[in-house]
């Protein structure tokens, strides 16, 4: 479950991940929590960043079960390689990892395609690798788990990383949302 801070308005977001659901059943889970939840979240492993596979461009059929906004978190070696086929999917947003490499280059590339771009931080990142992109990004994506395994313990000492970007968001006047993920199950 991933949690959106859309800024100074209070307004907190609900995305649940498909990643929990049964995907021998996902159109009937993505039905089911429809009208309850704002973003869908669809977390895609590659094997590669993190040592899991799981999904790859949620495929425009999902569309047909949800007009809900697709927050597509691309756990990838190489994020670049995909967001064309992500938005032709049906993807709204694309958040790739500060830790890849080439950051400015992937929030080009993602903002070309019209994506809505996040820029995620594993826990053990410190703040001073996704700071630079603040300006540039639409989502600042910080997790409170390591990528790639569900079930893991919250690792609460990264809600000071959270605090630290809401005062340079709001210092700044970003219009930026930050969401906080923690690999919990639906």
Request: proline share 5%; aromatic share 8%; charged share 20%.
């Amino acid at each position: 479950m991933t949690s959106i801070d859309a800024g100074p308005s209070g307004a907190l977001r609900v995305a649940p991940s498909i990643l929990a659901a049964d995907f021998g059943s996902l159109a009937s889970a993505v039905r089911e929590i429809d009208a309850e939840t704002d973003w869908l979240h669809v977390d895609v492993m590659d094997g590669h960043f993190v040592p899991n596979v799981s999904i790859g461009p949620p495929r425009e059929v999902l569309r047909q079960y949800s007009d809900r906004f697709f927050d597509c978190h691309l756990m990838m070696s190489e994020p670049g390689r995909y967001l064309e086929a992500f938005r032709a999917a049906g993807a709204d947003g694309c958040t790739v990892h500060v830790e890849v490499g080439s950051t400015a280059t992937l929030i080009d590339e993602a903002h070309s395609l019209g994506l809505r771009v996040g820029l995620a931080a594993n826990p053990d990142t410190p703040f001073s690798k996704v700071a630079p992109f603040l300006g540039d990004i639409d989502l600042l994506l910080l997790m409170t788990v390591f990528p790639g395994f569900g079930g893991q313990s919250f690792i609460g000492d990264v809600m000071s990383k959270v605090n630290e970007a809401r005062r340079e968001v709001d210092a700044n006047e970003l219009a930026l949302d930050i969401e906080v993920d923690a690999g919990s199950t639906w």
